[in-house]
């Protein structure tokens, strides 16, 4: 059985943490939206290390 990956995000609005699977994020250069205070800026910008980034831009 396969598992996917996850990768980390932090608001970069109102700082809230959560994670997601790369393949339920838009790619890394487009616009993306906290769930939580809707703030709206590159989904890259969300990504809670840089490590995180690169597995989002390897998954998708």
Known sequence: MAHEAYVQLTCPECQKHWESTP???PKHDQNFSCP???ATR???EFMRTDRDLENLKNLQ
């Open 23 to 25: 393949s339920d994020l």
């Open 36 to 38: 939580n205070c809707h």
């Open 42 to 44: 590159r989904t890259a």
